[in-house]
C-alpha cells in the first residue's frame, strides 16, 4: 500500500515535471511592426509572407515545420512562406543540413534558406527555434508565435488556427502565441 | 442426485474455476512484466532516436527526453514489475499494472511528440488488458490516459491572446473512442469469465459422476466379497451340523473311531473357519487402510529361517524345502508380522500345490537396500486364464480340483507387499512349477 | 432299497452325506463331480439325487441340464443343495427342472424331509431350508 503511494507520488511528479518542460516557452523575440528592410528575403505585395526561423537539430521544431506544411496546404496562394535555417559562423553547411531541412523544403511552396550567421533571426527579433512571424500583404506585423500546443507536439494549437483565421478573414488583427523550441542562440551572443 | 452431493459439487466447481483464473491471472502479469521491460526499452530508444539532444545556438545537452525515457520510464515499470513478480494474481497486482501501462502510454506519446500512430499503444494496451478477463484493470487504464489529457490541459493550457483553442474537444474524442473500446472489451471479458466458469462446472460433475461410478463399482465389489465371503463359511458350517446331528443321532450305531474321527472333523473345520474369519478380517482391514504397519530393524535371515522352519511343518515328509540366504545382509526396515504373511503363504502354497516328492527353494537377498524373495515350487501350476484374477479374494485356481484353500491368501500377500511399497511377480508353466518374486520398497511409513 | 445319489466335491460333506444316509437305510451312490455323477445316474437309476450346485469345472445347473436333457435320467428326482439362498438362485434351479432346492447349512430332518417329499412324488417344490444351525 505504502509502495504503491508512494510510486503514484513519484510518477505523478515525474509526469508533471516532462509536461512543465514541454510547456515551458522558449526565449520570447520581439519582431518589428513592420516588414524589416534590408531582409534578403522578397516580399510579395500581393500576399501575407511568413517567416519561420528553425534550429537545424532541435528536435522540438519537427512539429512546427509538420504545422508549416498543413498551414501552406490549406492557404496556398494566400501565403508565400519561407523557413530559415540557422547557420553560426564557422560551421560548415551539412550542420545546417539535416532532416529538418529536408522536410521543409519539401514543403511545395516553401522556400527553405541558410541564414548564415542569424543575421536574418536578429532582424526579424527572433529568438526560438520554430517561431513564426506573419506579415499582411501591406507588410504589418499580424503574427509572431509558435504553431505548435507544446514542445515538440504536434497536433490542433492556437498559433495555427490564429494565422487560419487572420488569413481566411475571420480572425483579430494581431495575434501571439508561445513558442516552444530551442534557443536559436546561445547564452552569450555568438 | 442428492442435495449434498450437488453442493459438493458446485464448490468444486467454484475451487476449479478460482484455480483456473488464479492461473490466468498469474500468467498475465509474467507477461506483462516483459512487456513492460520491452516499454522501457522502446521508450528509450525513441527518446535517443528522436531528441537526443536540446540546443541553444551551438551549444548542445542531452535532452530531458532522454532522462525521462530512462528514469521516469524506469520507475513507471517498476512497480508493476515487482508486483508481477512478486505477488502475481492479485487484484491489486492487475491495477497497478493497468496503471503503469496507462502511464506507458501516456509517456510514449509524448516522447514522440503527440504523433498519432503513437495512440495506438492505447488501444493496444486496453486489448492486452483484456487477457486478464478481469474488466475491472480496464477502469485504471481509461482513467490514466484520460487524465492525463484532462490534468494538461488545466494546468498547462496553451497560453494565448484572442483565439479560442479547440484542443478541449480532443481530449472527449480521444476518451470516446477508449470508452467505445472498453465497451466491447468488458463485453468479451465477462463473456471470458462465463464460459471459464461453465467448464469449470462441467469439470466437476464429471469428477462426481466418476466418484459415483467408482463408490458404485466399489459398493457392488464389496457386496461381492461379503457374499462370496458369507458362502465360504457355509461350507465348514454344513460339515460340523453334520457331523454334530450325526453323533448326536447315531452315535449308538458307529465305532469309536468313527466318533472320534467325526471329533476330529469338527476341530479341523473349525480351525478353518477360524483363519478363514483372520483371513476376511485382515483383507477388510487392508481395504480399509487400516492394516497397522510397523516397520522395523530386523535380522531379515533369521526372521526368514524362522518362516521357512514354520513352512516346512505343514510340508509332506517327503517334501524338501530349500533355504538360501547370503550372510551379512545390509540391514532393512520391514515389518516383520506382515513379512511372516507374506512369506509364510507363498511357502505354505507352493508346498500345498506340488507334488509330495517335490522341492520348494526360497531364496532371500537384499538389492539397493530392499529385500528381494524368491519362492520356487514345481507344483500344479497356475493357467493362464487366472492369471489376472490371481490376487482377486476368493479366487482360486481352474487347476486347484481338491486341494482346499480360501481364495484370499495371495490377496492379503498383495496388500502386504503394497503396503511396504513393493511390487509382486509370477511366472508359472502348468504342470511345471510356479516361481513368485517379491521386492520390498524402502518404507520410510510410505505406502505403494 | 431306496438309492440316493449325492454329487457333492466337498470330500468332509459327502462323507458325512453318506454316512447319513447309510446310517437311515439308503443305498448310497456318491460322485465327487458333475460328470461322474451323470454317468451313475445313467447306470444307476437312482430314486433321488442330491446335487450341489458349487462344483469346478461342470457346476450345479450344468449337471441338472445334462440329466434332464437325458432321456435315461429326464424323470428322477433332482434336490440341489447349495449355501446360496438367494431368491433368483432357487427359481433359476427350479427353471431348469430341479424338483427341490437345500440350502447349507442343512440339518439332518431337513435332509431327510426333502428325500421323503420327492419319494412322496413331492408337491410342486418350494425350497426347505434347513433350520439355524446350533451349537454343539
Known amino acids: 500500500m505504502l509502495a504503491g503511494a508512494i510510486w503514484a507520488i513519484v510518477v505523478t511528479a515525474g509526469m508533471s515535471a516532462l509536461w512543465a518542460y514541454a510547456s515551458r516557452p522558449g526565449p520570447g523575440g520581439q519582431p518589428p511592426n513592420r516588414w524589416p528592410d534590408g531582409s534578403r528575403i522578397a516580399r510579395r505585395p500581393d500576399r501575407a509572407t511568413l517567416v519561420m526561423l528553425v534550429h537545424p537539430h532541435c528536435p522540438c521544431s519537427r512539429a512546427s515545420v509538420g504545422e508549416l506544411a498543413s498551414l501552406v496546404a490549406r492557404l496556398q496562394d494566400r501565403l508565400s512562406a519561407h523557413v530559415l535555417l540557422l547557420q553560426p559562423a564557422g560551421l560548415p553547411d551539412d550542420w545546417t543540413q539535416t532532416d529538418l531541412w529536408e522536410s521543409a523544403s519539401a514543403i511545395p511552396g516553401v522556400e527553405t534558406v541558410h541564414d548564415p550567421d542569424g543575421t536574418e533571426a536578429r532582424r526579424f527579433g527572433a529568438a526560438t527555434s520554430g517561431q513564426v512571424i506573419l506579415y499582411d500583404a501591406a507588410g504589418r506585423l499580424r503574427f509572431n508565435g509558435g504553431i505548435t500546443p507544446a514542445r515538440g507536439h504536434s497536433g490542433d494549437n492556437a498559433g495555427r488556427d490564429a494565422i487560419l483565421a487572420l488569413l481566411t478573414g475571420s480572425g483579430e488583427h494581431w495575434s501571439e502565441t508561445a513558442v516552444f523550441g530551442c534557443a536559436l542562440f546561445d547564452a552569450e551572443p555568438s | ?448 | 432299497m431306496t438309492t440316493i445319489l449325492v454329487i457333492e466335491d466337498n470330500d468332509a460333506i459327502r462323507e458325512e452325506m453318506e454316512q447319513i444316509l447309510g446310517f437311515e437305510g439308503f443305498t448310497v451312490l456318491a460322485a465327487d463331480n458333475g460328470r461322474t455323477g451323470i454317468s451313475l445316474a445313467q447306470t444307476h437309476r437312482p430314486d433321488v439325487i442330491l446335487c450341489d450346485i458349487m462344483m469346478p469345472h461342470l457346476d450345479g445347473y450344468g449337471t441338472l441340464t445334462a440329466l434332464r436333457g437325458n432321456g435315461a435320467t429326464a424323470t428322477i428326482p433332482v434336490v440341489l443343495v447349495s449355501a446360496c439362498r438367494e431368491e433368483a438362485d432357487v427359481q433359476h434351479g427350479l427353471a431348469l427342472g430341479a424338483n427341490g432346492y437345500l440350502t447349507k447349512p442343512f440339518t439332518v430332518d431337513g435332509l431327510l424331509a426333502a428325500i421323503q417329499e420327492q419319494l412322496a412324488g413331492g408337491p410342486a417344490a418350494s425350497s426347505s431350508t434347513g433350520k439355524a444351525p446350533q451349537t454343539a
Open chain 2, 1 to 448: 442426485m442428492d442435495p449434498e452431493l450437488t453442493q459438493a459439487t458446485e464448490r468444486r466447481a467454484l475451487a476449479l474455476f478460482r484455480a483456473d483464473q488464479q492461473r490466468l491471472h498469474q500468467h498475465t502479469d509474467h507477461l506483462f512484466a516483459g512487456l513492460m521491460v520491452l516499454q522501457w526499452l522502446a521508450g528509450i530508444a525513441a527518446a535517443f532516436w528522436i531528441s537526443p539532444r536540446a540546443w541553444a545556438g551551438t551549444v548542445s545537452w542531452p535532452h530531458l527526453h532522454v532522462w525521462a525515457a530512462v528514469y521516469l520510464g524506469g520507475t513507471i515499470s517498476l512497480l508493476p514489475i515487482v508486483l508481477a513478480l512478486v505477488r502475481p494474481g492479485r487484484l491489486s497486482t492487475r491495477l497497478v499494472i493497468a496503471v503503469g501501462q496507462g502511464l506507458t502510454s501516456a509517456l510514449l506519446i509524448h516522447l514522440t511528440g503527440g504523433r498519432i500512430e503513437t495512440h495506438f499503444h492505447v488501444f493496444g494496451s486496453i486489448a492486452f488488458l483484456s487477457f486478464y478477463r478481469d474488466w475491472r484493470v480496464l477502469v485504471p487504464v481509461t482513467l490514466v490516459v484520460s487524465a492525463d489529457h484532462l490534468v494538461r490541459g488545466i494546468y498547462w493550457p496553451e497560453s494565448v491572446y484572442g483565439v479560442l483553442s479547440a484542443s478541449g474537444w480532443r481530449w472527449f474524442e480521444h476518451t470516446g473512442w477508449m470508452l467505445f473500446e472498453d465497451v466491447f472489451v468488458i463485453a468479451s471479458c465477462r463473456r471470458g469469465v462465463r464460459e471459464m466458469r461453465s467448464i469449470a462446472t462441467r469439470q466437476a460433475e464429471l469428477e462426481t459422476a466418476n466418484a459415483l461410478v467408482e463408490r458404485g463399482k466399489l459398493a457392488e465389489l464389496r457386496s461381492r466379497f461379503v457374499s462370496m465371503a458369507s458362502h465360504e463359511f457355509r461350507t465348514p458350517l454344513t460339515t460340523i451340523l453334520a457331523a454334530c446331528q450325526s453323533l448326536v443321532r447315531y452315535i449308538d450305531h458307529m465305532t469309536a473311531e468313527q466318533r472320534r474321527d467325526r471329533l476330529a472333523k469338527i476341530e479341523t473345520e473349525v480351525q478353518h473357519m477360524t483363519g478363514l474369519l483372520d483371513d476376511v478380517l485382515t483383507i477388510g482391514k487392508a481395504d480399509a487402510g487400516k492394516l497397522d504397519f510397523e516397520p522395523a530393524a530386523v535380522d531379515l535371515k533369521r526372521l526368514c529361517e524362522e518362516i521357512v522352519a514354520e513352512a516346512q511343518t505343514t510340508a509332506a515328509a517327503t517334501q524338501r524345502l530349500l533355504f538360501a540366504c547370503a550372510d551379512g545382509l545390509a540391514p532393512v526396515a520391514v515389518d516383520p508380522k506382515l513379512v511372516r504373511r507374506i512369506l509364510g503363504n507363498l511357502l505354505t502354497n507352493a508346498v500345498k500345490y506340488s507334488p509330495v516328492d517335490a522341492t520348494v527353494s526360497c531364496q532371500v537377498a537384499v538389492q539397493d537396500g530392499q529385500p528381494v524373495f524368491e519362492v520356487r515350487d514345481q507344483g500344479i501350476g497356475i493357467p493362464t486364464e487366472d492369471r489376472a484374477r490371481l490376487f482377486e479374494p476368493f479366487h482360486r485356481g481352474t487347476n486347484v480340483g481338491k486341494i482346499p484353500g480360501s481364495g484370499l491368501g495371495l490377496a492379503i500377500t498383495k496388500k502386504a507387499v503394497e503396503i511396504h511399497g513393493g511390487t509382486i511377480a509370477v511366472e508359472s508353466s502348468v504342470g511345471k512349477g510356479t516361481t513368485f518374486v517379491v521386492r520390498l520398497g524402502c518404507p520410510e511409513g510410505a505406502r505403494g
